[in-house]
Nanobody, 118 residues
Framework: QILLVESGGGLVRPGGSLRLSCAAPRSIFSTFSPLDMDWYRQAPGKQREWVARITSDGTTTYKVSVKGRFTISRNNSRKTVWLQMNALQPEDTAVYYC?????????WGQGTQVTVSS
C-alpha cells in the first residue's frame, strides 16, 4: 500500500489549464521510483476511467481524447507525479485520482475535483 495525495484541482473556463499533483509523502525514493503511475478520472454518474500513464523509465501513454492536451510527468526525488492539463473542455470535468500500475486498491486517495465551465 502506498499513500497517494492528489491536489491542484479547481474551477477553470474552457480552454484553460490546470496542473494536478500526486504526492507519495510516506514513500522513499527507492520504493517510489520503480513504480509505474497512472492518472484516472471519474465524472458524475460515470465509471472511473484511465487517463494517462508514466512508467518508471519515463515512457508516457494517454487516453486518446486527452493526447496532445495533457502531459504526465514525474520527479522521483520529490516522489511526485504531475498532470499538466491544457485546452480543458467541459467533458474533462471529473474527480481526478492517481494510482500505481497495477492498481493498489488501498491507495485510492480523495482525488481532486476539476470543473471546466464558463
Amino acid at each position: 500500500q502506498i499513500l497517494l495525495v492528489e491536489s491542484g484541482g479547481g474551477l477553470v473556463r474552457p480552454g484553460g489549464s490546470l496542473r494536478l499533483s500526486c504526492a507519495a509523502p510516506r514513500s522513499i525514493f527507492s520504493t517510489f521510483s520503480p513504480l509505474d503511475m497512472d492518472w484516472y478520472r471519474q465524472a458524475p454518474g460515470k465509471q472511473r476511467e484511465w487517463v494517462a500513464r508514466i512508467t518508471s523509465d519515463g515512457t508516457t501513454t494517454y487516453k486518446v481524447s486527452v493526447k496532445g492536451r495533457f502531459t504526465i510527468s514525474r520527479n522521483n526525488s520529490r516522489k511526485t507525479v504531475w498532470l499538466q492539463m491544457n485546452a480543458l473542455q467541459p467533458e474533462d470535468t471529473a474527480v481526478y485520482y492517481c494510482n500505481t500500475n497495477p492498481i493498489s486498491a488501498d491507495s485510492w486517495g480523495q482525488g481532486t475535483q476539476v470543473t471546466v465551465s464558463s
